[in-house]
């Protein structure tokens, strides 16, 4: 880790806030340990940075025309070190330009890297032929920090700011606070992670820098888990503060502080700002934590509990009565979470990810109104509202409520949550009625591969109950109670399609279904393995014991039963029984045609067999009866 000293000079490693930056600001933006400026300039130094300046103003002007959209900083590089044998070229300029790249869909990363640094490169020579440009797109930026590679992060760290958008000055104190922070803990700090709307492509000159860092506490024994991270917290906080005096870049750093303890817990209970920040987060230091948990979350991996959508749920109804005790100084925050949290709520049941605060009147609209129209428009309003004062509260635009208004809000709130619950009955009815329909159409599948077994080929859909009756239950082969269950899933089905299907009669259901498919896959795989026994033929050849299995023309051969690893061959069996073009095959091929072979009720060995037998086994081979 670089080591950052705290500047004498009150001028030094400043970084403006505003978006661009004058360029007598320069120097003193260069971090440092690239400022070496002696305490006054002689005239030919003055006359020379001004000519630089210049270069600098008319090379932003010149790519702000053509990519302001684009651009979000640009930036005076240190020089680099030269190499052995090398010297340093003091006439170079090396000049970053940092690009957003979120909006890019018609080409690849690296060819719109590779336009953008024609264009612009051709820009800076046009000025000055010793004006060197480094383009580094974001989403570049980012897929390094994913990787655990942070030298571009220290390159754009170590920059000078000369425009900027608010990214540039938000990596230099993240960069500097996440230094300090690892010198001091560092066997402690698990990650230090960016989030917020810079990540989100949402920031503006206004957003704060928002940057999460969570601290291994599992093997704390000196004091508690809540002392502990007080302790760490005004610590690091403190850090965030000093940070801000080294960088300019004050009052922005917005620093939460989590215990690897805490952090877990929110995760199982579906916090959707924790699902947020592992989503939208970029760690700029991680010991291999924070990248696995983000990549579950991409393949699915991680999901709400059912209680933790219970809880959701059941905090409306608790917030709501809060409400109505407390003070009305107070009551606008609990009526916020009242009908957020239930909102959540009904998109986890829905099979939606838990949604940042921000997301959920959005997603809510989008499924429940346009998409499934389930939820009148008018209730996105009322949650849309909440969401507004609440933030116009919490910003300091609005100063505060009336007692008017807090009533109006308690009353809409109780409408929305009223509405709300019966939303909820609406999902699960739909999700009770495709789960009895996947069921049903599970069992018949299930039922057609039984029938196969006994040598019905096809069964039409209106006669499988028949079918199952007359040729399993009648004749003793499955149980008498399976059919009683059959008949309730195809009375749940009807009462499905007719729109009568409770919710205590596809719970019933679900179990008994269980049960009942579990049997017949149990009573498939009994039936197949004596069909199978039929065609196999078991061999002892020194200590090992093999198995020929003949099925029609094909013949698999499993040289060693007891190994772990089975060697299988694959050969063909003639007409006169000789097992012949004997080669390896894999267990998925020998599975696969097991799952389709069909197996002859009677298999005749020819002497031939035997002959094969010897040729594959060896001379000393010996046919197994009766095993």
């Given at each position: 880790?670089?080591?950052v000293?705290?500047?004498?000079?009150?001028?030094?490693?400043?970084?403006?806030?505003?978006?661009s930056?004058?360029?007598?600001?320069?120097?003193?933006?260069?971090p440092?340990?690239?400022?070496?400026?002696?305490?006054?300039?002689?005239?030919?130094?003055?006359?020379?940075?001004?000519?630089?300046?210049?270069?600098?103003?008319?090379?932003?002007?010149?790519?702000?025309?053509?990519?302001?959209?684009?651009?979000?900083?640009?930036?005076?590089?240190?020089?680099?070190?030269?190499?052995?044998?090398?010297?340093?070229?003091?006439?170079?300029?090396?000049?970053?330009?940092?690009?957003?790249?979120?909006?890019?869909?018609?080409?690849?990363?690296?060819?719109?890297?590779?336009?953008?640094?024609?264009?612009?490169?051709?820009?800076?020579?046009?000025?000055?032929?010793?004006?060197?440009?480094?383009?580094?797109?974001?989403?570049?930026?980012w897929?390094?920090?994913?990787?655990?590679?942070y030298e571009?992060?220290q390159?754009?760290?170590?920059?000078?700011?000369?425009?900027?958008?608010?990214?540039?000055?938000?990596?230099?104190?993240?960069?500097?606070?996440?230094?300090?922070?690892?010198?001091?803990?560092?066997k402690?700090?698990?990650?230090?992670?960016?989030?917020?709307?810079?990540?989100?492509?949402?920031?503006?000159?206004?957003?704060?820098?928002?940057?999460?860092?969570?601290?291994?506490?599992?093997?704390?024994?000196?004091?508690?888990?809540?002392?502990?991270?007080?302790?760490?917290?005004?610590?690091?906080?403190?850090?965030?503060i000093?940070?801000?005096?080294?960088?300019?870049?004050?009052?922005?750093?917005?620093?939460?502080?989590?215990?690897?303890t805490?952090?877990?817990?929110?995760?199982?209970?579906?916090?959707?700002?924790?699902?947020?920040?592992?989503?939208?987060g970029?760690?700029?230091?991680?010991?291999?934590?924070?990248?696995?948990?983000?990549?579950?979350?991409?393949?699915?991996?991680?999901?709400?509990?059912?209680?933790?959508?219970?809880?959701?749920?059941?905090?409306?109804?608790?917030?709501?009565?809060?409400?109505?005790?407390?003070?009305?100084?107070?009551?606008?925050?609990?009526?916020?979470?009242?009908?957020?949290?239930?909102?959540?709520?009904?998109?986890?049941?829905?099979?939606?990810?838990?949604?940042?605060p921000?997301?959920?009147?959005?997603?809510?609209?989008?499924?429940?109104?346009?998409?499934e129209?389930?939820?009148?428009?008018?209730?996105?309003?009322?949650?849309e509202?909440?969401?507004?004062?609440?933030?116009?509260?919490?910003?300091?635009?609005?100063k505060?409520?009336?007692?008017?208004?807090?009533?109006?809000?308690?009353?809409?709130?109780?409408?929305?949550?009223?509405?709300?619950?019966?939303?909820?009955?609406?999902?699960?009815?739909i999700?009770?009625?495709?789960?009895v329909?996947?069921?049903?159409?599970?069992?018949?599948?299930?039922?057609?591969?039984?029938?196969?077994?006994?040598?019905?080929?096809?069964?039409?859909?209106?006669?499988?109950?028949?079918?199952?009756?007359?040729?399993?239950?009648?004749?003793?082969?499955i149980?008498?109670?399976?059919?009683?269950?059959?008949?309730?899933?195809l009375?749940?089905?009807?009462?499905?399609?007719?729109?009568?299907?409770?919710?205590?009669?596809?719970?019933?259901?679900?179990?008994?279904?269980?049960?009942?498919?579990?049997?017949?896959?149990?009573?498939?795989?009994?039936?197949?393995?004596?069909?199978?026994?039929?065609?196999?033929?078991?061999?002892?050849?020194?200590?090992?014991?093999?198995?020929?299995?003949?099925?029609?023309?094909?013949?698999?051969?499993?040289?060693?039963?007891?190994?772990?690893?089975?060697?299988?061959?694959?050969?063909?069996?003639?007409?006169?029984?000789?097992?012949?073009?004997t080669?390896?095959?894999?267990?998925?091929?020998?599975?696969?045609?097991?799952?389709?072979?069909?197996?002859?009720?009677?298999?005749f060995?020819?002497?031939?067999?035997?002959e094969?037998?010897?040729?594959?086994?060896?001379?000393?081979?010996?046919?197994?009866?009766?095993?």
């Amino acid at each position: 880790m670089s080591k950052v000293k705290k500047s004498k000079s009150p001028t030094e490693n400043k970084a403006p806030s505003q978006e661009s930056t004058s360029f007598e600001q320069v120097p003193s933006a260069i971090p440092q340990g690239l400022q070496q400026q002696p305490p006054k300039l002689s005239k030919e130094q003055e006359e020379k940075l001004k000519e630089i300046k210049k270069k600098l103003e008319k090379f932003q002007k010149k790519v702000l025309e053509k990519f302001d959209n684009y651009v979000m900083g640009i930036a005076l590089m240190p020089p680099p070190k030269p190499k052995e044998g090398e010297k340093a070229d003091p006439n170079k300029i090396n000049v970053l330009v940092l690009v957003d790249d979120s909006d890019s869909k018609k080409m690849a990363k690296q060819e719109l890297k590779k336009k953008l640094f024609t264009i612009i490169d051709k820009q800076a020579q046009d000025i000055d032929k010793n004006l060197f440009v480094e383009i580094i797109i974001l989403s570049e930026l980012w897929q390094n920090c994913y990787d655990q590679k942070y030298e571009i992060l220290q390159l754009v760290a170590m920059s000078a700011p000369i425009f900027d958008k608010g990214m540039l000055q938000a990596i230099k104190i993240a960069e500097l606070h996440k230094n300090m922070v690892i010198k001091k803990f560092e066997k402690y700090i698990v990650s230090y992670v960016l989030a917020g709307s810079l990540i989100q492509g949402r920031a503006t000159k206004s957003s704060d820098i928002d940057v999460w860092i969570v601290i291994d506490d599992t093997d704390v024994k000196r004091m508690t888990r809540a002392e502990l991270k007080d302790k760490l917290r005004a610590i690091i906080i403190g850090m965030g503060i000093e940070a801000g005096e080294m960088t300019g870049v004050k009052n922005k750093l917005n620093i939460q502080v989590y215990i690897l303890t805490d952090f877990w817990d929110s995760l199982k209970e579906a916090n959707p700002i924790i699902f947020t920040l592992l989503r939208d987060g970029v760690p700029f230091y991680d010991r291999g934590i924070f990248m696995p948990w983000k990549q579950l979350l991409r393949m699915g991996k991680i999901k709400p509990s059912t209680e933790a959508i219970d809880m959701f749920m059941a905090s409306g109804e608790q917030m709501i009565k809060r409400v109505q005790n407390e003070l009305k100084n107070i009551g606008m925050e609990d009526i916020y979470y009242a009908i957020l949290t239930p909102s959540q709520a009904a998109l986890m049941l829905h099979g939606v990810p838990p949604p940042s605060p921000r997301e959920t009147a959005e997603l809510m609209k989008d499924i429940f109104v346009k998409k499934e129209k389930l939820l009148e428009e008018k209730y996105i309003h009322t949650l849309e509202k909440v969401i507004g004062i609440r933030k116009d509260i919490e910003h300091g635009t609005k100063k505060g409520l009336t007692g008017k208004e807090i009533d109006e809000l308690l009353d809409a709130a109780q409408k929305y949550l009223k509405r709300i619950n019966k939303l909820f009955t609406q999902i699960e009815k739909i999700k009770e009625g495709k789960d009895v329909i996947a069921i049903w159409d599970n069992v018949v599948t299930i039922i057609r591969d039984v029938l196969k077994l006994e040598g019905i080929e096809r069964a039409a859909d209106e006669e499988i109950v028949k079918l199952f009756e007359d040729e399993l239950i009648a004749q003793g082969k499955i149980p008498a109670k399976y059919l009683r269950t059959l008949n309730d899933l195809l009375k749940a089905k009807k009462d499905y399609d007719e729109k009568k299907l409770t919710k205590q009669e596809a719970s019933v259901l679900k179990k008994e279904a269980g049960t009942f498919i579990k049997f017949l896959v149990e009573y498939m795989q009994r039936k197949r393995g004596r069909e199978l026994d039929r065609a196999k033929i078991r061999v002892k050849h020194g200590e090992r014991y093999g198995e020929v299995l003949l099925l029609g023309d094909i013949a698999f051969i499993i040289h060693d039963i007891d190994k772990e690893d089975k060697e299988i061959s694959k050969a063909t069996l003639d007409a006169d029984g000789g097992i012949t073009k004997t080669k390896r095959t894999t267990i998925e091929e020998f599975e696969k045609h097991l799952a389709s072979a069909n197996i002859p009720p009677k298999v005749f060995i020819k002497e031939r067999v035997f002959e094969s037998l010897k040729e594959i086994f060896g001379k000393d081979v010996e046919v197994l009866v009766n095993f």
